[in-house]
């Protein structure tokens, strides 16, 4: 999403076309992000791993933040109409998927990321009935889920608590169920273009931002602020999503070639999110002085409180299906928490 250091460009017209299915030997993979992203990092590990693989017969190609256009829903009504079978869909895919918005509520995945990205990659979870269906209906099909790390808190002034929090015009996605999240928190939620956020910080035309500590340093939001608060209150969770007629069309051996390399990059996103995120936090404090902030449990607690109604709020936004989809997470997230005896932070 790096629009300060890139160029952007649009493909050819004929590639945005009304095509259903890409050709069998070449997949275009879109991403939300730009070059050293999480989701960049992870599609160059996914293309290694289906190029060799298929002994050079497939070919993913990989298309960033910017080569494809700047509109997240440009993006997203070419995946559904298959001029980009294989993408990612984060925040933003709400307006497509309204219980997608299900990867945004606060204080329901587990602390540790790698349990949360393991919970949310389980057949129970991503091959249920509710979260294939709520998007197969719009024409997709989930495939796997990438917490690209803790989404952080920035703003001009010290968050501790809720009441630190009151009237903070901070920054969400266009997203309906962040917005009630941090009005519950206190805040004054605004949407602002990810493209035009940094000069909105530094002109103060808003006072507070969210992102993955890797997006604070990629976008250099880290200048423009004083302080950056942990409060471990979500991941930021991209879906790895494909056209449903170009997944379906696939031939078994195809599939199953993307279904066991997907398996593979679980650990492998994990293992990625994580070091990008210590390195880019490392040069963060290296260039500059801004404050950190680390909730402790009880602080924690306060926000957790509050954002445990909207999870009604989700429920009656989004209809049945969303419903069951947030039950099956957290009876999978209940049975790892009895069976390792953890506390999980959902409760």
């Known amino acids: 999403m790096q629009t300060r250091h890139i160029a952007t460009g649009i493909l050819a017209l004929s590639m945005m076309g009304s095509a259903s299915v890409a050709l069998a030997d070449t997949w275009r993979f879109g991403l939300e992000e730009t070059e050293g992203s999480v989701q960049y990092e992870y599609a160059q590990a996914f293309k290694q791993l289906i190029e ?67 919970i949310l990659n389980s057949d129970a979870f991503m091959k249920s009935d509710a979260w294939q269906q709520s998007f197969r209906t719009r024409d997709l099909v989930p495939l796997a889920a990438l917490p690209e790390g803790y989404q952080v808190w920035t703003a001009n002034k010290a968050i501790h608590t809720p009441a630190d929090m009151k009237g903070l015009q901070i920054r ?27 000069s909105a910080l530094q002109q103060g035309q808003a006072e507070g931002n969210i992102q993955p500590v890797w997006a604070h340093e990629n976008m250099g939001f880290y200048e423009v602020q004083d302080y950056m608060i942990f409060a471990e209150q979500s991941q930021f969770i991209a879906n790895l999503i494909a056209n449903e007629d170009w997944y379906d069309g696939l031939s078994d051996d195809q599939r199953q070639l993307l279904d066991t ?11 990625i999110q994580k070091q990008l995120n210590q390195d880019r936090l490392k040069t963060i404090e290296e260039k500059s002085d801004i404050k950190i902030i680390r909730l402790d449990q009880a602080q924690r607690d306060e926000f957790r409180k509050l954002a445990k109604p909207i999870r009604d709020d989700f429920v009656n936004m989004v209809g049945e299906r969303g419903g069951k989809a947030l039950d099956i997470l957290l009876e999978q997230e209940k049975a790892r928490g009895d069976k390792s005896g953890d506390d999980s932070q959902s409760s």
């Open 52 to 118: 060799k693989k298929s002994d050079g017969d497939i070919t993913v190609q990989i298309l960033p933040y910017g080569v494809w256009g700047s509109s997240y829903s440009t993006l997203y009504d070419a995946i559904q109409n298959g001029s980009i079978p294989l993408s990612f869909g984060s925040g933003f895919l709400g307006g497509t998927v309204p219980e997608s918005q299900l990867m945004s509520l606060n204080y329901v995945m587990p602390n540790d990321q790698l349990e949360t990205a393991e």
């Open 172 to 198: 969400v996605m266009d997203n309906s169920l962040l917005r009630a999240t941090y009005q519950a928190y206190g805040a004054s939620p605004i949407t602002i273009a990810y493209g035009e956020l940094y």
């Open 261 to 271: 390399t997907i398996h593979e990059m679980v650990k492998k996103g994990d293992e």
